[in-house]
Nanobody, 123 residues
Framework: QVQVVESGGGLVQAGGSLRLSCTASGLTFDRSYMAWFRQAPGKEREGVAC????????YYLDSVKGRFTISRDNAKNTLYLQMNSLKPEDTAMYYC????????????????WGQGTQVTVSS
């Protein structure tokens, strides 16, 4: 059984910071490509960031470049998303996802998902 669990969401003011964490079990974490997606009410799920198993290849959604940082600690089977300079438009449910292929912005290509953690940014 594969289990993916996110944590770290919350309510912050614009300009603030949050760090999301994702722990995964039941898969070969250090050989998995890991990603963060988000979905706001009434909008499609979009890829936020993705990182290869080695941590060398990293991709970001254009709107979060320079503000968000994705990282992983393979020894702890944990994925992180450091979010700085948060904006109201970052408000969404954030999901952790995993696959054994390359990074992708298409949620349909990821086979394993967490339950999501809510991030709300007030003005």
């Amino acid at each position: 059984q594969v289990q993916v669990v996110e944590s770290g969401g919350g309510l912050v003011q614009a300009g603030g910071s949050l760090r999301l964490s994702c722990t995964a079990s039941g898969l070969t974490f250090d050989r998995s490509y890991m990603a963060w997606f988000r979905q706001a009410p009434g909008k499609e799920r979009e890829g936020v960031a993705c990182i290869s198993w080695s941590g060398i290849s990293i991709y970001y959604l254009d709107s979060v470049k320079g503000r968000f940082t994705i990282s992983r600690d393979n020894a702890k089977n944990t994925l992180y998303l450091q979010m700085n300079s948060l904006k109201p438009e970052d408000t969404a449910m954030y999901y952790c996802a995993a696959r054994d292929g390359s990074c992708s912005g298409s949620p349909g290509l990821f086979g394993y998902w967490g339950q999501g953690t809510q991030v709300t940014v007030s003005s």
